[in-house]
């Protein structure tokens, strides 16, 4: 039998809690008074707009600048604009690491491929080269050992063990390559779970 930990607990709990909210206050027959909750609920987390949006690195990401060596050697360009954020669609914020560790997270299909598994990694640089943003990124390396994932009973529950280890190379990824941020959590001094906060 399988017994899940403290932490485990809590994200399964706060996961299908959260679901089972939204669909609840989705529904046609819900009252009017929780409607009227649930609108005014949205706008008090909405945030500001993009245009009310004023960001400290918002300046700076104008300037052109020679790249670190490692984007370099990724790029094969010397020069560009470094960018600490970036609004992607749905006025999702990108962040690199050194920015917001949260919105740096992201899962990322490689090469722009969906018919594999989308990967996570957490991003390093945010680019462009002309007018062209990009992603250079260390993506998470699969979970080493023999044993098995204990989220893969749930098949609702899309979780993930990877390693806490960053491959030490930079990946280039496109901005329509990205699914979802992810959360990360410390799982062992091993090993994280990795669980998307996809918006479908």
């Known amino acids: 039998m399988l017994c899940l930990g403290q932490l485990e607990s809590t994200i399964l709990q706060t996961f299908t809690r959260g679901t089972s909210l939204r669909r609840w206050l989705g529904r046609p027959e819900t009252h009017s008074a929780l409607r009227e909750c649930k609108e005014l609920f949205e706008k008090i987390f909405k945030g500001k707009s993009e245009q009310e949006f004023i960001h400290p690195h918002q300046e700076s990401n104008k300037r052109e600048t020679r790249f670190p060596f490692n984007l370099q050697l990724a790029t094969q360009h010397s020069h560009g604009t470094l960018h600490g954020w970036h609004h992607g669609a749905y006025k999702v914020t990108y962040s ?96 994280v779970v990795v669980l998307p906060l996809s918006r479908e």
């Open 96 to 191: 690199r690491a050194s920015t917001h560790l949260g919105n740096s997270l992201i899962l990322f299909y490689p090469r722009g491929n969906r018919d594999v598994d989308y990967v996570p990694a957490s991003i390093k640089y945010i680019f462009s080269v002309g007018s062209k943003v990009q992603f250079a990124a260390h993506r998470h390396l699969e979970a080493a050992g023999d044993f098995v994932d204990p989220f893969s009973i749930y098949p609702h529950f899309p979780a993930k063990l990877y390693s806490t280890i960053l491959k030490e190379n930079l990946e280039i990824i496109e901005v329509d390559w990205v699914f979802s941020h992810f959360a990360r959590y410390n799982f062992t001094s091993d090993l």
